[in-house]
């Protein structure tokens, strides 16, 4: 890890808003490069109006009108979901600050669409949490595997093995070894 924070410099992440348009956003962008999350998700909120992005605007849009937009038809559901349980409180954001994390991937998952991986990206992302540790993201695998020579990637277990020394600031080596897989030969 020494070697990745050389080469990386100092670390900038950038967050957002714990709040629906953030969680609307990573589903948007979930099995997508970045640049085609971003287009797709540029069409979706000039669709959503002058309003913005917001529980009543995207059930105004219905699944119908979701779809021309680049959203498939599941992802339309999802966000229909998000929307509906945000809408009827069964889902509030303003109460994520107070949970833990475990707490706050329980709550945000009752949403169809959102898996483990979305609510440990917004923990990171929007709510700031220090010591988050994704297992099951494949960047993160590859960057171990690379920087530790594997054959193959490690499996979740020994992931948190080797991720054991970083506590509490796993969420910045996940950031270092993100930035080590960009841009390799610069770095």
């Known amino acids: 890890m020494a070697g990745l924070i050389e080469r990386c410099g ?8 714990p709040d629906f348009k953030t969680l609307t956003r990573c589903i948007v962008g979930q099995q997508l490069s970045g640049k085609a999350a971003r287009t797709i998700f540029a069409r979706f909120e000039h669709a959503c ?6 529980p009543k605007s995207i059930l105004a849009l219905g699944e119908t009108n979701l779809r021309p937009l680049g959203l498939s038809m599941q992802k339309a559901a999802y966000l229909i979901d998000l929307a509906e349980k945000t809408k009827s409180r069964q889902l509030r954001f303003e109460r994520l600050e107070k949970m833990d994390d475990a707490q706050v991937i329980e709550h945000l998952t009752q949403v169809k669409g959102v898996g483990v991986w979305t609510a440990q990206m917004l923990l990171m992302f929007a709510l700031r949490r220090e010591d988050v540790f994704p297992v099951g993201d494949l960047g993160i695998r590859n960057a171990i595997q690379r920087a530790w020579k594997m054959d193959e990637p490690p499996k979740p277990a020994a992931m948190e093995e080797i991720a054991e020394p970083w506590r509490p600031f796993r969420t910045l080596a996940c950031w270092y070894l993100w ?3 960009e841009n390799e030969a610069g770095l």
Do not use: A, H, I
């Open 10 to 17: 100092p670390p900038k992440l950038d967050y957002l808003n």
């Open 179 to 181: 930035r080590s897989l």
């Open 49 to 54: 109006g002058k309003g913005g992005v917001t």
